[in-house]
């Protein structure tokens, strides 16, 4: 299949610097989003050591086939889903590495997609989030590593109670917060005109998925546009935070 992508990122209403970055590597087919955390600048330098790390893992392990990888191969899951796990634990490494020699705190959300043979190859660490639109219906792939979530999974919660939690915004992994974390892997079986989007929560978070999916149908050959207007919607909703959205539209065979 045929793809189309792009990639668009804004500081929002509220923020004085955008901590989020992203990265698009058409080459490996290779698709990220990050949202740091840790203020003066060290958020910032935690979003792009991530997809720097990442990128640069993948370009060096595809044109050496005998490198070294980092960490052992995980043999209950496909070298795909190895190969996006350990460059994002290596990610996770170089930022714990750089906490700890002065940017105390510092810390940043990762979610990659990988396209390749017959899958789309979804990492992520944290509560930025992967989105499938599927003929008419959007789904949310990834589950966020969150407090909220975690509260979910024990109590139901009224909307009302949701949009109330007081640590909404609490996150309950992320890279760099410790020497090793664990990543989510997954493999999604896609189909022709499928469309991911990837985000970080200053778009989820001011953004309804009804919303999210009105924008995602329309003028689906523009997927710069649509970036456009779902960083639009997000700072219409109050633009409380850094806000980045990447788009990967798998474009039907004629």
Same mark, same amino acid.
């Given at each position: 299949m045929k793809v189309q992508f792009s990639g668009a990122t804004d500081v929002g209403l509220k923020r004085? =610097?955008?901590?989020?970055?992203?990265?698009?590597?058409a080459e490996q087919n290779l698709y990220m989003v990050a949202d740091g955390m840790g203020g003066h600048s060290s958020g910032e330098v935690a979003s792009r050591i991530a997809?720097?790390?990442?990128?640069?893992?993948?370009?060096?392990?595809?044109?050496?086939e005998d490198l070294t990888w980092p960490y052992r191969m995980d043999k209950g899951i496909?070298?795909?889903?190895n190969r996006l796990a350990s460059g994002i634990m290596l990610a996770?490494?170089?930022? =714990?590495?750089a906490a700890t020699?002065?940017?105390?705190?510092?810390?940043?959300?990762?979610v990659a997609c990988v396209l390749v043979d017959g899958g789309v190859v979804i990492g992520h660490v944290g509560d930025s989030r992967v989105y499938r639109w599927r003929r008419g219906q959007?789904?949310?792939?990834?589950?966020? =590593?969150s407090l909220l979530n975690d509260f979910m999974k024990v109590k139901k919660l009224s909307d009302e109670e949701i949009a109330n939690f007081p640590h909404k915004n609490v996150i309950v992994r992320a890279l760099g917060m410790k020497d090793n974390v664990q990543v989510d892997v997954r493999t999604d079986v896609p189909e022709e005109g499928d469309l991911y989007l990837l985000c970080s929560d200053g778009l989820s978070g001011m953004v309804t998925d009804a919303e999210m999916a009105a924008i995602l149908s329309t003028d689906q050959d523009d997927v710069e546009g649509l970036c456009s207007r779902l960083i639009a919607a997000a700072n219409r909703g109050g633009g409380v935070d850094n806000i980045t959205a990447v788009i990967i539209r798998l474009i039907p065979g004629e």
């Amino acid at each position: 299949m045929k793809v189309q992508f792009s990639g668009a990122t804004d500081v929002g209403l509220k923020r004085d =610097h955008n901590e989020d970055s992203f990265f698009l590597m058409a080459e490996q087919n290779l698709y990220m989003v990050a949202d740091g955390m840790g203020g003066h600048s060290s958020g910032e330098v935690a979003s792009r050591i991530a997809v720097e790390t990442v990128a640069k893992f993948f370009a060096d392990s595809d044109a050496d086939e005998d490198l070294t990888w980092p960490y052992r191969m995980d043999k209950g899951i496909s070298y795909e889903e190895n190969r996006l796990a350990s460059g994002i634990m290596l990610a996770n490494r170089r930022i =714990h590495e750089a906490a700890t020699e002065g940017k105390k705190g510092m810390g940043t959300t990762l979610v990659a997609c990988v396209l390749v043979d017959g899958g789309v190859v979804i990492g992520h660490v944290g509560d930025s989030r992967v989105y499938r639109w599927r003929r008419g219906q959007l789904t949310q792939v990834t589950e966020d =590593h969150s407090l909220l979530n975690d509260f979910m999974k024990v109590k139901k919660l009224s909307d009302e109670e949701i949009a109330n939690f007081p640590h909404k915004n609490v996150i309950v992994r992320a890279l760099g917060m410790k020497d090793n974390v664990q990543v989510d892997v997954r493999t999604d079986v896609p189909e022709e005109g499928d469309l991911y989007l990837l985000c970080s929560d200053g778009l989820s978070g001011m953004v309804t998925d009804a919303e999210m999916a009105a924008i995602l149908s329309t003028d689906q050959d523009d997927v710069e546009g649509l970036c456009s207007r779902l960083i639009a919607a997000a700072n219409r909703g109050g633009g409380v935070d850094n806000i980045t959205a990447v788009i990967i539209r798998l474009i039907p065979g004629e």
